[in-house]
């Protein structure tokens, strides 16, 4: 079974940093989607950013600039880099992964923010940005 667990939230003033952290355990695949979601109250669930296994990443244009998903060398965690943050960004953040035998080359860059492509969650983390 396969487990997300996130860190990193807090409460910051609007212009400050947050980064999240996702890490990733148990019997997974090496070919994956994986992404950053959130929530904000009375919201629906939106994607903030999305990475694959080669690399490649998609966010979103509220956050572009602003917001960069890595992840480190082995793969076993995920990472979301927030800077200059705003009221706006207040939410519960979500790592989610999907995890391949093989995948399309381009097929996380098509399905990044669909919740339902994604069977793995995490239980959240929440951001408190004030202004």
Known sequence: EVQLVESGGGSV???????LSCAV???TYSSYCMGWFRQAPGKE???VAGIDDDGRTSVTD?????FIISQDNDKSTLYL???T???EDTAMYYCAA??????????CSAIWNDTEEYNYWGQ???VTVSS
């Open 13 to 19: 003033q609007s212009g400050g940093s947050l980064r």
């Open 25 to 27: 355990s148990g019997d």
């Open 45 to 47: 669930r939106e994607g």
């Open 62 to 66: 509220s956050v572009k600039g602003r």
């Open 81 to 83: 880099q927030m800077h």
């Open 85 to 87: 943050l705003k009221p």
């Open 98 to 107: 999907v995890f391949f035998r093989s995948r399309a080359y381009d097929y």
């Open 124 to 126: 959240g983390t929440q």
